[in-house]
């Protein structure tokens, strides 16, 4: 089984543009976390989508946005890009339940200049 | 809220050495579920082992082994006779249990503990 796909691998963007990246689960999986990673603030959620819903949603500004499809793939858009902003951006995946494990992409690297 | 902490920012190791990772987490849940991921250079987060909170059984898988303690709220890693593949950040991650809500889909992580095996 082919695990998560996240596109593009690398992106580099300048400060005030737009990004959007996108994440496909599991074959399977309806659940979709979204996590950034950065030396600084370590590994912290983003929000979860479940059933083209999002379900919950981490301490974020409203730059972050992000959207499932009918298909249960998802993507991420971070708006008016910020220095702040350069990161590795996590998607996993994982069954509906609330709890089940969740298995990670291999991330898209942002880096805003 | 919850909290995990992983004390140990590195550790530098000599191949066949035994390393212990600790792990300390923070809850008022009664249920939760506790998470082992290894991150190695290429940036996936790969997924060891799954603990929920009714079971503290230890459990061993080849060279790695857990040890989870509910009385000083610890789930501790330990990797037997280490190899330099297993170099990489280790991360301990908890997710709450429960109808939902907050704990939809998160996972909250520890800072990561860096581990380098020397041959």
């Known amino acids: 089984k082919a695990g998560v796909t996240q596109t593009p691998r690398y992106l580099i963007k300048t400060r005030g543009q737009q990004v959007t990246l996108s994440c496909s689960p599991i074959?399977?999986?309806?659940?979709v976390s979204w996590y950034q990673q950065t030396p600084g603030q370590g590994l912290q959620f983003l929000f979860e989508y479940f059933s083209e819903t999002q379900r919950n949603k981490g301490n974020f500004p409203g730059r972050f946005s992000g959207r499932q499809f009918s298909n249960s793939r998802s993507e991420m858009n971070v708006s008016t890009l910020e220095l702040g902003d350069s990161a590795l951006y996590l998607c996993a995946s994982s069954l509906p339940g609330n709890t089940d494990t969740q298995y990670f992409g291999p991330g898209t690297r942002l880096t805003v200049l | 809220a919850q909290k995990v902490t992983q004390a140990q920012t590195e550790i530098s190791v000599v191949e066949k050495e035994d390393v212990t990772l600790d792990c300390v987490y923070e809850?008022?849940?009664?249920?939760?579920?506790l998470f082992w991921y290894k991150q190695p250079p290429s940036g996936e987060l790969v997924f060891l082992i799954r603990r929920n909170s009714f079971d503290e059984q230890n459990e061993i898988s080849g060279r790695y082994s857990w040890n989870f303690q509910k009385s000083t709220s610890s789930f501790n890693f330990t990797i037997t006779a280490s190899q330099v593949v297993d170099s990489a950040v280790y991360f301990c991650?908890?997710?709450?249990?429960?109808?939902?809500?907050?704990?939809?889909?998160?996972?909250?992580f520890g800072q990561g503990t860096i581990l380098t095996v020397h041959p």
């Open positions: 991650a908890l997710n709450l249990g429960g109808t939902g809500g907050t704990s939809y889909g998160k996972l909250t």
């Open positions: 074959s399977g999986h309806r659940s």
């Open positions: 809850t008022r849940d009664t249920t939760y579920y």
